[in-house]
């Protein structure tokens, strides 16, 4: 059971915009502590694809977006493309636990 | 090339013991903490444990602690775990990872080793 709560799938057509929501609570994101989010595909390296709740970092197409509000954060992808298609995380820092938290992770298929 | 290139891993039976490294390119290795993150069959991306650039401060996961170690060369640019008495549910893919402070993230990912705790 991961401490932050994701849907455990999503789905899109090529070109669609799709939402990942992850709910936390006052301990992590609700206490201020910013939502980043990560792209994984299996065999590959985890991707650091936005940071600081909305930032996207150096190279990362400006249609992958984030947002946060009180305990939830959302990472949202338009125009999508069958390259997106991978398991998505959200991260956080909770201070009850004293630690780095994750989300269970959302797999994105583009159909 | 900014790269984080991570080794080690195996098939090692209940009990037994690993070393993972995880060698860094291109960035001033001392002047980050690391991680050690992995990611089991199935499961989620779980920390494991981190260690701050100049090794004073070190923390591991409650499912590791006193059994892993985390330590690090900075002149070889190098991060270390240290595995011992393993258990079937370490069994993952272990990804070194570099924390950046400000705001609490993990920005650059090497590829991960497989570690198999089986008999």
């Known amino acids: 059971q991961s401490v932050l709560t994701q849907p455990p799938s999503v789905s899109g057509a090529p070109g669609q915009r799709i939402t990942i929501s992850c709910y936390g609570n006052t301990s992590n994101i609700g206490s201020g502590h910013s939502v980043h989010w990560y792209q994984h595909v299996p065999g590959e390296a985890p991707k650091l694809v936005i940071f600081g709740n909305t930032n996207r970092p150096s190279g990362v197409p400006d249609r992958f977006s984030g947002a946060k509000s009180g305990s939830s954060g959302s990472l949202a992808i338009t125009a999508l493309q069958p390259e997106d298609e991978a398991e998505y995380f959200c991260?956080?820092?909770?201070?009850?636990?004293?630690?780095?938290?994750f989300g269970g992770g959302t797999k994105l298929t583009v159909l | 090339e900014l790269q984080l290139v991570a080794s080690g891993g195996g098939l090692v039976k209940p009990g037994g013991s690993l070393r993972l490294s995880c060698v860094a390119s291109d960035f001033t290795f001392s002047s980050y903490a690391m991680n050690w993150v992995r990611r089991a069959p199935g499961k989620g991306l779980e920390w494991v444990s981190s260690i701050m650039g100049d090794s004073l401060y070190r923390y591991y996961a409650d499912s590791v602690q006193g059994r892993f170690t985390i330590s690090r060369d900075n002149a070889k640019k190098s991060l270390y775990l240290e595995m011992n008495t393993l258990r079937v549910e370490d069994t993952a893919v272990y990804y070194c990872?570099?924390?950046?402070?400000?705001?609490?993230?993990?920005?650059?990912w090497g590829q991960g080793t497989q570690v198999t705790v089986s008999s």
């Open positions: 990872a570099r924390w950046m402070d400000t705001l609490g993230y993990f920005d650059l």
């Open positions: 991260q956080s820092y909770d201070i009850s636990l004293s630690g780095v938290v």
